[in-house]
């Protein structure tokens, strides 16, 4: 039996569709929320099992504190699931300081500062996964999500590199990249007035809004099905690094990368030609 510890639980998302997998699994689940009474009532049918931890992933002591009662409920944490996030949208040039530290802050730091909390424990024990939640986005940048991409750029960065740290501590990372799926995550949109500080970008972000609306629920995308081939890729002999989610997210990364080696190919002679002679 092992314990997960996932961020950001919000019903009809990807926390709650990690918890669920494993508790069917036969698991017992630590649960952060910034709204615990959303999650009361579900997790009463689990009993002991599930713990549900209000804690705002951008306060480094309620990280601390929730890392703390969970091991002290529990006696570990098995699996990390750095689920907690979301998408504010903007031009690169307009959006506002605050807005993009905003951005980071959840998206990236947060990340950092979960998994610090929780790698003590791991390394102690000598075994552990952490899932990191990234998105397409972070593998091709989208178009009035540019802060957004660079964020999750970074993570899986941080992804890569911590990886290969941790491996021979026993302890596996993979980042996983779901394009759009049908969360809650869209549906803010209708809500939220376009703010930019420079007119010139208006029309391309009110483009951006109005296809998050005409999109929301209407994903492709299953969050218990992708959060079901999570699983099934950390079950693998050799599980991969990275796991795209979605078929559209999945050949739209394929589309990009496959362009990137192109664009980098055909500078080949310019790259190669800055290094010193060959004496």
Same mark, same amino acid.
């Given at each position: 039996?092992?314990?997960? =510890?996932?961020?950001? %639980?919000?019903?009809?998302?990807?926390?709650?569709?990690?918890?669920?997998?494993?508790?069917?699994?036969?698991?017992?689940?630590?649960?952060?929320?910034?709204?615990?009474?959303?999650?009361?009532?579900?997790?009463?049918?689990?009993?002991?099992?599930?713990?549900?931890?209000?804690?705002? /992933?951008?306060?480094?002591?309620?990280?601390?504190?929730?890392?703390?009662?969970?091991?002290?409920? =529990?006696? +570990?944490?098995?699996?990390?699931?750095?689920?907690?996030?979301?998408?504010?949208?903007?031009?690169?040039? %307009?959006?506002?300081?605050?807005?993009?530290?905003?951005?980071?802050?959840?998206?990236?730091?947060? /990340?950092?500062?979960?998994?610090?909390?929780?790698?003590?424990?791991?390394?102690?024990?000598?075994?552990?996964?952490?899932?990191?939640?990234?998105?397409?986005? $972070?593998?091709?940048? /989208? !178009?009035?999500?540019?802060?957004?991409?660079?964020?999750?750029?970074?993570? !899986?960065? /941080?992804? !890569?590199?911590?990886?290969?740290?941790?491996?021979?501590? $026993?302890?596996?990372?993979?980042?996983? !990249?779901?394009?759009?799926?049908?969360?809650?995550?869209?549906? %803010?949109?209708?809500?939220?007035?376009?703010?930019?500080?420079?007119?010139?970008?208006?029309?391309?972000?009110?483009?951006?809004?109005?296809?998050?609306?005409?999109?929301?629920?209407?994903?492709?995308?299953?969050?218990?099905?992708?959060?079901?081939?999570?699983?099934?890729?950390?079950?693998?002999?050799?599980?991969?690094?990275?796991?795209?989610?979605? +078929?559209?997210?999945?050949?739209?990364?394929?589309?990009?990368?496959?362009?990137?080696?192109?664009?980098?190919?055909? +500078?080949?002679?310019? +790259?190669?030609?800055?290094? =010193?002679?060959?004496?």
């Amino acid at each position: 039996m092992k314990t997960w =510890f996932i961020t950001g %639980g919000t019903p009809g998302g990807f926390g709650m569709a990690y918890a669920e997998a494993a508790l069917d699994d036969g698991d017992r689940v630590a649960l952060t929320t910034r709204r615990p009474e959303e999650l009361e009532p579900w997790a009463r049918q689990y009993g002991d099992r599930v713990l549900i931890l209000p804690a705002d /992933v951008t306060d480094r002591k309620a990280v601390e504190q929730a890392v703390r009662a969970t091991e002290e409920h =529990f006696g +570990s944490i098995d699996v990390l699931v750095n689920n907690a996030g979301r998408g504010w949208y903007g031009s690169i040039e %307009g959006m506002a300081d605050a807005e993009v530290r905003r951005i980071f802050e959840l998206n990236f730091f947060a /990340v950092l500062t979960v998994i610090r909390a929780v790698l003590p424990g791991m390394r102690a024990r000598g075994g552990g996964w952490i899932v990191n939640m990234s998105s397409v986005a $972070g593998l091709r940048g /989208v !178009e009035g999500f540019g802060y957004y991409s660079a964020a999750k750029s970074a993570l !899986e960065a /941080v992804t !890569e590199v911590l990886r290969a740290e941790v491996a021979p501590l $026993g302890i596996q990372v993979m980042a996983v !990249e779901p394009g759009a799926f049908r969360t809650r995550a869209y549906a %803010g949109f209708a809500d939220e007035a376009v703010e930019e500080t420079i007119p010139t970008y208006l029309p391309m972000l009110e483009k951006v809004r109005t296809a998050m609306i005409d999109q929301d629920g209407k994903q492709p995308g299953d969050p218990r099905r992708g959060a079901r081939a999570v699983i099934a890729a950390m079950g693998q002999e050799t599980p991969p690094r990275r796991l795209v989610l979605g +078929s559209a997210g999945f050949d739209a990364v394929v589309t990009t990368l496959e362009g990137a080696l192109d664009d980098i190919r055909g +500078s080949a002679a310019l +790259s190669r030609g800055a290094d =010193f002679p060959v004496t």
